[in-house]
């Protein structure tokens, strides 16, 4: 199994890892080039019904953390709207009114340290239902950590005992962060090596990654690689070989065509070029077969891009037998949270279009018999900053998150709440903000990584080589925070 952890990285791995990608041709579109690698980890999948599947949905640009769960009792928002340029409880600049946060007011079952209360945006009223139907948990102030890490440690120059994650603030940096633990240029990613993991179990090894929004490094591992489908289904290949459809209108063309990328050939290269062409067109037509007509009208309610994502995935995880898979790792997403401008204006539209889909494909997974084998969390670059540039927000670190599914421990709020302030002083109150309300993460993507890792059957003592920060966690720190490596929102 390839891991993570850059020290365990080898220069065997490495050339392998590179000839397969030169044989494969970078011609080739990238479903192409995955075909040729990976089957021969595969091993006959385990009797009994074992699914289990990630679906990852990350938000790119950096979600605004404080519009999206929102600090709702009384003192904590009178300071929220203040920063946010409000007028008290009737909001104004970004702070949002408190009277429109009252039907999405969260109640968990344990109530949180202090009297704090959250609301999630008014526009998530179907997400807020889920969660008190207990199928949604709130994951607080999560985002890259190398070790647990305090403000004053922050603002220190010894990085030696008190490292940063790299190139903070950075859109691709921090994506990539997020998904592979290293800034841009990484080729691993912890979803990918979820996927290593679940190499053998599984009968399609092809299909272990799969992503429905292009390229993302999280998928990526070493023989586990992403398999890349549209939401219509899968990729066609007669763009580069003329295998699929009439080619100029001509099936005589089609056909010749065929035969001339799929014919045997005394060339390495060539032959190896054939080999991909034929399982890329095998692979085409497995997913065409498992993913079977859309679902019908009025089952799946939710519109927009990331609905027909999730709609896609759903149709993938129906057809796992098919495909041959007991564990599964999926990748979607969604634009437009870069709201240095208008957030109140353009945040609403991502904030429903969100909480529809995720509730859309719950439901879609219950109706499958699969809702407690299916797990959906939210990641984004980072969160932003809690004061107003003038009307919008900028570049944070820490943020707020969702985890769905029949197996979450819901209706709860997991983490530490960070107070409502945007000061860099020396007061306990705003140990947790490194200026202008961005947060200081008190739970690392490692933890909540680790924490989804579990649950989809990886033993603890092979988790510190997915996720390489891990062994800096599962202690309270003097500051009192406490940093499990389990966190505890999993069933």
């Known amino acids: 199994m390839y891991l993570i952890d850059p020290a365990r990285h080898t220069r065997r791995a490495f050339l392998r890892r590179s000839g397969q990608l030169a044989i494969a041709g970078t011609a080739l579109p990238f479903a192409l080039n995955l075909a040729a690698m990976g089957e021969a980890a595969a091993q006959a999948a385990p009797g009994g019904d074992d699914y289990r599947a990630l679906v990852c949905v990350f938000l790119f640009g950096g979600n605004d953390y404080a519009n999206t769960v929102v600090t709702y ?31 999405t007011e969260l109640k968990p079952t344990q109530a949180l340290p202090g009297g704090r209360v959250y609301a999630l ?27 647990p890490l305090t403000r004053a440690q922050y603002n220190s120059s010894n990085r030696r005992d008190f490292p940063i994650p790299p190139k903070l603030f950075s859109h691709n940096d921090q994506q990539s962060v997020w998904q592979s633990s290293s800034p841009e240029g990484s080729t691993v990613g912890w979803g990918g090596n979820l996927g290593d993991l679940a190499l053998g179990p599984n009968g399609g090894s092809l299909f272990t990654c799969m992503s429905v929004s292009g390229n993302a490094v999280f998928l990526s591992g070493d023989q586990a690689l ?31 065509m065929q035969q001339i990328a799929q014919r045997e050939s005394g060339h390495t290269l060539e032959n190896e070029y054939t080999k ?28 927009g891009n990331l609905a027909d994502q999730l709609k896609m995935v759903a149709r993938l995880i129906r057809g796992r037998e098919a495909l041959g898979v007991k564990r599964q790792v999926f990748f979607v997403s969604m634009g437009g949270f870069d709201l240095h401008d208008d957030l109140i204006a353009r945040q609403p539209g991502l904030m429903k279009n969100l909480s529809e889909a995720l509730v859309a494909f719950h439901a879609q997974m219950g109706a499958l018999g699969l809702a407690e084998k299916v797990t959906t969390f939210t990641a984004s670059d980072f969160g932003r900053t809690l004061s107003s540039n003038s009307n919008g927000s900028d570049h944070g670190w820490g943020g707020h998150h969702f985890v769905v599914g029949g197996a979450v421990k819901g209706k709860a709020i997991y983490g530490t709440a960070p107070p409502v302030s945007i000061t860099n002083t020396a007061s306990d109150i705003d140990q947790w903000h490194v200026g202008q309300g961005r947060l200081l993460p008190t739970t690392s993507v490692d933890q909540y990584a680790g924490t989804l ?14 996720l390489p920060n891990l062994k800096n966690f599962g202690m309270t720190a003097p500051s009192g925070i406490a940093y499990p490596r389990n966190v505890g929102f999993m069933g």
């Open 226 to 256: 992403q398999y890349q489908v549209g939401t219509g289904g899968a990729v066609r290949i007669g763009a580069v070989s003329g295998v699929g459809g009439n080619l100029y209108g001509s099936a005589t063309v089609k056909a010749a």
């Open 121 to 147: 945006h008014p526009s998530m009223t179907r997400l807020a239902d889920l969660f008190d139907q207990g199928k949604v948990a709130v994951q607080l102030n999560v985002g890259p950590l190398i070790k």
């Open 276 to 303: 991909v062409i034929r399982r890329a067109v095998a692979a085409e037509g497995k997913i065409t077969e498992a993913i079977q007509s859309d679902f019908a009208p009025g089952t799946f309610l939710a519109e």
């Open 73 to 103: 009792d009384a003192d904590s928002y009178g300071k929220y709207s203040l920063i946010r340029g409000g007028n008290g409880e009737a909001g104004g600049g970004i702070a949002l009114a408190r009277a429109e946060l009252a039907r």
């Open 453 to 466: 890792a579990r649950w989809f059957g990886v033993p603890d003592d092979q988790l510190d080589g997915i």
